[in-house]
Each structure stands twice: as structure tokens, then as C-alpha cells.
């Protein structure tokens, strides 16, 4: 049997397989780096348990919608942090209370996985940008146990990942709670990868890698390296990555259909970068940076109540909200198709320079755009 009648809408959760009940099912690679289902059809019964819980069938409920402007109390929190400090404000409260969190950390090869934490030194490695997807699918089994063990449970991820954890449960559990991040889609791993090898011989091996280093900016992607303690921003090599991102070369093809781009979301709170804030209050921005944060639920309204006189906020609205996937997603970039010929002909070195800004056409553009703009 076939889950999706369309395999590009599929997100890559692994719902399906953790449900199915023959273990017909296996999340295998594919050919762009992603996970797809796989079904053994000598082994399956055609029970249909997997398009039942699948998140992409299914309808997003309506959110309550209370946005908020905030910025953590505390400067070096927010430093740390992608925007305002939003995921450490709840991730506290949840430590605080002796509860365990999940979230997205890159590994000692820069592999984006799941970690669980219970304590803040584990939860800080889950702070920042990743824009490399990241399989949620084996952690499921995990966060069930903790919840089913009565410990309060934070679990943070992108929608399509928060869906299909709350799918897999199958029933609502009053000591979770779910915070979905403002998603703008996700990189291939095995581009990723390729990437970070790049690097590494460009540089040699690097120690540690930011995508968005506040000390540079708050606004933007300024991507920075540690290597033997020196501190390497802004150059052509490590700025291949961005190209590639935000070119929308190599997003998983669901993105680019995406079944969550809605002001509906399925988590109890949904966080992101307040863009917009420049706007409808200028004097409440700064070089930290400003989080948005969407509380969705009655769940995410307690958690809230909790936690917002540790950070300085403002009531505002959607409309303020300069964050594009609210309602729309991702445009595939139309020479995407011909970015994945050449990979496979040529590697990640040949896209580096075709596609990113190591080729010599790209720094010959931005070589003339510099002097146009002086």
C-alpha cells in the first residue's frame, strides 16, 4: 500500500514507523539525503494504521493565536540564543520543575539529532539555528516513556516533527508540552555533511559552527567557525551554506508544499524571530535580538503564565509579524532539479562554485555589486 498518493509531501516524521504494528516499515535514505518510509509489502496487512496517524492527512486544529514580542531578562541568555531567548524561558521552567527536554543539537561531527536533557548544560546545546533536518522518528518511543513516567516533558521541533510526535502518542498528556519553531524549511543532511567536509578541508577540522553568530548580527545568517581557538565569519566558503539555504537548492520537496504553513499550529506554543518588531515598536529592539512567540493552546497559555515575568514582553498581533511561512511556503528554486544533476555528476564542490558564492561568476556579482553600491 502507499501512505501518500504524492511521496514529496511527505515530511519525514517517521510516524508510520513506529506505529506499524508488522514493523513493515523502514525510514530509509533517499537518493537527495532525505528519510522516506519504506514499506515491505510481503509484510504488510493492510491495516492502514499508518495513513491514519500520519500528520500530513490530518487537519490542523485552530489556534488561539496570542502573540507576544519578548526578550529575555537576562542579556547573555539572549546572546546565546537564535532571537530573544524564547526556548530557554520555557525549557527553565521545565528544568525547574525536574522535567526532561527535547530538542535539536549537532553532534561532535555536526550531525543535526534529537537529545534528551535534564539539565541546563544539555538544553544549551539545543539553543540556535539548525537549518539541516534532523530525524525525529527515533526519539518518539522515548518522549512516550518519559510522559508515561509522569515527568513533565518539554519537546521542541519544527511543525511537521511536533505533528508527528503528538500523532504517534495518539492521546493528549497533561505533562507535555510542545513548542514548534517558525520553519522556513530544511536543508538535505547529506548536503550538510558534504558541506561541513568542505569546510574541514578548507580550514581544517573546525571545533565548533554557529549559522547565525550574534557577535556579528542578530538580523541575518552570519555563519562562523572555531577553529584551533580562532574564530573564521563571513567568508566565501562558509557562506556556501546560506547560498544554498536560502536559494531553496536543496529543501526537503514537502517544504516546498508544506501542510503546516498556516497560522495554525498543532504545538502548544510556536516560537520564532520576531521580524515585524522594527515596525509596529522600533524602541523594543535591540542587537539581541526580539523572539516571537504564537501561544497556540490552553496548555501553552499556563506554561506562559509562568514563565513571562522573566522576560520583558509586548502584546502584539499576526499582522505585525513579518514571518513569511505563516502563509506561505517555501518556493522551490526552478533550477533545483538541474542543482541535483550536477551534484551527482560533479559533488559538493561542484555546486560549491555553480551555486554558492565559491564560483567566480558569483564573486564577480558581488564584486560589482560592492562598487555599485559605493
Known sequence: MKILDNENLCCGCGTCYNVCPKKAIKMKENEEGFYHPEIDESVCVDCGLCQKVCPILKELPTSDNHVFAIKHNDDETRLQSASGGAFTLFSDYILQNQGVIYGVAFDESFTAKYIRSENAGGRDRMRGSKYVQAASYDIYPQVKLDVNNNKQVLF????????????????????????????????????????????????????????????????????SVIQDDKIISETIPLNVARQLYYGHYATRPSCHSCHFTSVNHVSDITIGDFWGIENSNPSFEDALGVSLIIVNSEKGREIWEECKNNCIYLVETLEHCKQPQLYRSATPNPSRKQFWIDYKKGGFERVAKTYGEAGFVAQTKKFVRSILKK
Open 156 to 223: 521542541c521541533g519544527t511543525p511537521c516533527q511536533v505533528a508527528g510526535l503528538l500523532s504517534y502518542l495518539r492521546k493528549p498528556y497533561n505533562n507535555l508540552t510542545t513548542i514548534d519553531i517558525m520553519c522556513h524549511g530544511v536543508m538535505s543532511p547529506r548536503i550538510f555533511k558534504d558541506y561541513i567536509c568542505y569546510i574541514n578541508r578548507k580550514y581544517g577540522v573546525i571545533k565548533s559552527f554557529t549559522f547565525r553568530d550574534k557577535e556579528i548580527a542578530w538580523r541575518g545568517c552570519h555563519i
